[in-house]
């Protein structure tokens, strides 16, 4: 009874000090909405338990070969094999390929990215389905029917929740594909996919290059430990069984790569690169909630220096010192209420600009929602502050001729007071420092980014996919299909030149580099051989994107598949392995045993050209170890170059039609300008600056103002102290300086 009557004078008081009020509330629900929004995001990809039935008891396999700088070098089917014969300290593996289809049927033809898995995928996993079934072992093998499960996010983001897509056929690629059902919300690790699909689906898993190809590594391993077995006894047996493996079959592991083999467990696993990210957003955020609660206890403590005399006559009157505290926690648990209900309001947007910067280090924040925690947090955090600001100000004792003065109306600042003023401003200060210097950094990398020039032009060129994700089409009925592409686009008005390529620069991640020699090179003892990027491009690619040739010719139109095997290397490649200059008609050749695999052929290949280097892999360039080729003469393509004179947006309905018009259910996606690739690779950059900078400004502005009051304050509190140095002949100037200093 005594709190709810403390709580309705509480009210009646600060309701005569509105403006005051008001900054206390606004700077605390700031203050609390920012740990309250961080911490909702730790709280989903941190703390949330995984939905896999017994999650504590699933690992994933990874294989790293540091020597070559791959933190994950994934698993060959061979090796699948092997570690599944060997190890029994896991029940069961489940396995995970990734792969992009074309797929056809649902709505316009696109390029989906999958999974392709085996039959005790999503048993290992322990999920379930929300419709239909998900895949099981009656659905490998080459002989089974194709059958898909959708995920979650896309059956209700691209197909809104519709059911009727269940039981439908599909064509993923060249083969159909049964839709058997819809996976339960779950976090889609290794990577974000929108469909699942068993072997059969894919032929490339089918083939011998996959089957058999001890170095043709792609895929994912999960384990589920077996009844009775710990981690640490999984990782040993992994250990000793990978070490076999590479001492039986060491032409499939490089000396130089230095393979490993480690196991963890899989919410580790998912939550690691977002572990530091996040920690340091709460430590971003803890500091902001300093800086709001020391402006609020100055502007408290300003408060009560003023209302000094009332509280002494209270306490003269017989009030005691617990009855005068509660009184203030009163005070202070309306402010930080108000406050904390203001918070939950604007932490609802913050969630949502937290999640997407957090779903750059794990895919678990694209779920976060603002849930009841949120409620609670921000709570918690109103009660801390209200308890803390309850106990800033310092109480009068009963007996007034030590205490205030009861007679003398005017307001005095104790050095006691003006230490804790003093205290409150400087921590203010120094929280906002640390955000504003972690700001800066951020915001000269990006600016240093942005001002990186690419070394080939970016403002004209537009980049579109156009990939034949198709296993039924011959080389030679693919290369046909590109040639028409570039004939009829380079024909529209407005196209300056037009060419074909493997990827885009920055945007695609399949970054395949691989061994090779050359004539004329020679190793010293124990070197491996050296690694090149291997590129496939057509004849105008260098010109289209502005890379000049350094030395002998471009690929011309003559460099066909049944002519002479010809290849153009980077500027950094040629100066390595030729420092004499006289790269050009020297021959070259891959070494690589993963060749064998991909149809590559081994054979020597003329070098033709030196071109300046192309770093399509880093957005700051740097060197360059290159070789291309004409895409009629290997794997290659699926991406269109187009130099434009006009606005290069205008040419995507005509390029759409062209190719459309070639090939019905051809995806054509992912249209822009390099400009725009670049600046939608840096938005992680200028992410990390908003996120970062929004901290730093909102700390800024509370200590500002904050520091804003208590200097008005002191001055208030020194007027007649200001007077009496004027009247013996102080200037106005020697007080500002004062003041300021």
Not at 78 to 101: C, H, K, N, Y
Not at 234 to 246: F, G
Not at 428 to 444: D, N
Request: aromatic content about 6%; charged content about 20%; overall charge positive.
């Amino acid at each position: 009874m005594n709190l709810l009557t403390d709580l309705k004078y509480a009210v009646r008081s600060l309701a005569r000090v509105k403006g005051l009020a008001a900054t206390v509330i606004v700077t605390l629900a700031l203050g609390i909405g920012a740990n309250a929004a961080i911490f909702s995001v730790v709280r989903g990809v941190l703390l949330r338990p995984l939905v896999n039935r017994d999650a504590d008891r699933l690992i994933y396999v990874r294989q790293t070969a540091r020597g070559i700088h791959i933190d994950n070098a994934k698993f060959s089917v061979p090796e699948l094999r092997d570690l599944q014969a060997r190890v029994r300290t896991l029940a069961a593996f489940g396995d995970f390929s990734t792969i992009d289809f074309t797929m056809v049927g649902l709505g316009e033809p696109r390029v989906v990215k999958a999974g392709v898995v085996g039959g005790s995928y999503f048993d290992v996993m322990g999920l379930r389905p929300v419709k239909g079934r998900l895949l099981g072992p009656a659905d490998d093998g080459p002989q089974a029917a194709g059958a898909a499960v959708l995920t979650y996010r896309f059956w209700t983001t691209g197909l809104r929740s519709d059911p009727s897509v269940i039981g439908k056929t599909i064509r993923l690629s060249d083969r159909p594909a049964t839709i058997v059902g819809v996976l339960e919300p779950s976090v889609p690790y290794p990577t974000e996919t929108e469909i699942i699909a068993n072997v059969v689906t894919s032929p490339h898993h089918l083939d011998a290059t996959m089957v058999e190809g001890r170095v043709h590594r792609m895929t994912d391993i999960f384990g589920r430990l077996a009844p009775g077995r710990t981690l640490d006894e999984a990782r040993a047996e992994l250990r000793a069984v990978h070490a076999a493996i590479v001492h039986e079959h060491p032409e499939s592991y490089a000396r130089d790569a230095d393979f490993r083999i480690d196991a963890v467990n899989l919410r580790d696993e998912i939550i690691a690169p977002a572990r530091t990210v996040l920690l340091v957003l709460l430590a971003a955020s803890g500091l902001v909630f300093i800086v709001a609660c020391s402006n609020v206890a100055n502007l408290i403590l300003a408060r009560s220096v003023r209302r000094e005399g009332g509280l002494a006559i209270r306490a003269a009157l017989g009030a005691t010192s617990r009855t005068l505290r509660r009184t203030l926690l009163a005070e202070s648990l309306v402010l930080c209420g108000a406050g904390a209900a203001l918070a939950v309001i604007i932490a609802r947007p913050m969630v949502a600009v937290l999640s997407r910067y957090a779903a750059r280090f794990s895919v678990r924040a694209l779920d976060v929602t603002v849930d009841a925690t949120l409620l609670w947090v921000g709570v918690g955090l109103a009660v801390t502050a209200a308890v803390l600001l309850a106990y800033v100000p310092r109480l009068p004792s009963g007996d007034a001729a030590h205490g205030f003065g009861l007679s003398n109306g005017s307001v005095r600042v104790t050095s006691g007071t003006s230490r804790r003023l003093r205290l409150f401003a400087v921590t203010q200060i120094g929280a906002s420092f640390v955000l504003l210097a972690g700001a800066g950094m951020l915001l000269t990398t990006l600016f240093a980014l942005q001002r990186t020039r690419a070394g080939f032009n970016t403002h004209d060129v537009l980049a579109v996919n156009v990939p034949i994700v198709s296993y039924s089409r011959s080389q030679a009925e693919v290369t046909a299909f590109y040639r028409e592409v570039l004939r009829r686009i380079g024909e529209l008005p407005g196209v300056e030149r037009v060419a074909i390529g493997t990827l885009v620069p920055w945007r695609d991640g399949d970054f395949f580099a691989a061994q090779f020699l050359a004539e004329g090179y020679s190793k010293a003892n124990g070197e491996e051989d050296p690694r090149a990027r291997f590129r496939t491009v057509s004849s105008g690619f260098f010109s289209a994107l502005g890379v000049p040739m350094i030395a002998g010719r471009d690929f011309t139109e003559g460099d066909r598949g049944d002519a002479e095997k010809v290849v153009v290397i980077s500027q950094t490649l040629a100066q390595r392995l030729f420092p004499n200059g006289d790269a050009v008609n020297r021959h070259l050749w891959w070494t690589d045993p993963v060749m064998k695999f991909i149809n590559v052929s081994t054979a020597p290949r003329r070098i033709v050209g030196v071109v300046a280097d192309l770093d399509d892999e880093n957005v700051v360039p740097g060197a360059a170890m290159t070789v291309y080729h004409p895409f009629e003469q290997e794997i290659g393509g699926g991406r269109l170059f187009v130099h434009a004179r006009t606005d290069p947006y205008a040419l995507v309905p005509p390029i759409t039609r062209i190719i459309r018009d070639l090939a019905s259910d051809q995806p054509v996606e992912r249209a822009a300008t390099l400009d725009d690739v670049r600046a939608e690779v840096l938005s992680p950059n200028r992410l990390n600056a908003m996120v970062f900078s929004g901290f730093a400004v909102v700390a800024l502005t509370i200590a500002v103002v904050g520091v804003a009051g208590v200097l008005a304050f002191s001055v208030s509190a020194r007027t007649r102290e200001f007077g009496i140095r004027l009247a013996i002949g102080s200037t106005p100037s020697h007080l500002l300086a004062r003041v300021l200093r």
